[in-house]
């Protein structure tokens, strides 16, 4: 079975920094375009980062400058490395991984990221 497992979140102080990883399973994890969304309470899902399968990468645009999404084929890991963070960034943040061509799409369960002093 697939899975997507986030790790890393937490409360962190404003202007500090946190890195979230994804380590997938049950998939061929080179294959697939891989995201990192958030939503906060109240609010819609929005996609913050993206990688795809030939490592291009895009941004939302609030968090250009600050945060870094990476992939490593090699142990199925997607990380997004979140600096410079603002209370704005508070939400559940979640793992996606998305194979085009076959139309197949998984989520992870979600992390809390809390940024608050």
């Known amino acids: 079975q697939v899975q997507l497992v986030e790790s890393g979140g937490g409360l962190v102080e404003p202007g500090g920094s946190l890195g979230l990883s994804c380590a997938a399973s049950?998939?061929?994890?080179?294959?697939?375009?891989m995201s990192w969304y958030r939503q906060a309470p109240g609010k819609e899902r929005e996609l913050v980062a993206f990688i795809d399968s030939g490592s291009r990468t895009n941004y939302t645009g609030s968090v250009k400058g600050r945060f870094t999404i990476s992939r490593d084929n090699a142990k199925s890991t997607v990380h997004l490395q979140m600096n410079s963070l603002k209370p704005e960034d508070t939400a559940v943040y979640y793992c996606?991984?998305?194979?085009?061509?076959?139309?197949?799409?998984?989520w992870g369960q979600g992390t809390q990221v809390t940024v608050s002093s």
């Open positions: 996606r991984a998305y194979w085009r061509t076959r139309r197949l799409n998984f």
């Open positions: 049950g998939l061929t994890f080179s294959a697939y375009d």
